[in-house]
């Protein structure tokens, strides 16, 4: 639930809560225990603009929903789930994908506002900045900056021969 238990706890800062609807986006379900309109315009404007992103993936989401029942392999897995000998993506726990070809990499410490990020194997697209070169995986990308209305987010780029 975006906000945590809005029954028993005070809401969070509108700063966290806006990094945990970042933190969510990408996940099967979203659920609201606070709503963005209990903060500020800026948290509607940011959580308005993360769940037409969401929109965008819905039919993704679904896929591999039905995937994850037919086969079992998890909708959100971690991030050595694509390159499993490699040791430094075996340790990543605040990371995730969504399937195999989206990582999600949310800030999730209080005020900050760059986080160090790994890519593992595989050529990756930073969504935030779509048209910036490709990225080769297995590799750190230092003190990344995400200001609160930016969510880092990657796509791995399957290129075509043909």
């Known amino acids: 639930m975006i906000g945590g238990n809005g029954y028993f706890n005070s809401p969070p800062s509108k700063e966290m809560y806006i990094r945990w609807m970042q933190a969510n986006v990408f996940m099967p379900v979203v659920q609201f225990s606070y709503t963005p309109w209990d903060f500020d315009q800026q948290t509607v404007d940011i959580c308005r603009n993360l769940m037409n992103l969401r929109a965008n993936y819905t039919d993704t989401i679904i896929e591999l929903m039905r995937g994850s029942v037919a086969k079992g392999t998890p909708l959100n897995p971690p991030v050595w789930w694509i390159d499993p000998t490699d040791l430094v993506a075996q340790v990543i726990d605040n990371e995730y994908l969504l399937g195999e070809n989206i990582l ?51 796509t791995r780029v399957t290129l075509s021969h043909h």
């Open 104 to 154: 999600v990499a949310p800030i999730i410490v209080e005020g900050a506002t760059s986080r160090d990020i790994y890519l593992p194997f595989g050529l990756w697209r930073d969504e935030n900045y779509p048209n910036s070169h490709l990225i080769t995986g297995r590799k750190w990308l230092r003190n990344y900056p995400a200001k609160l209305d930016i969510l880092p987010w990657f």
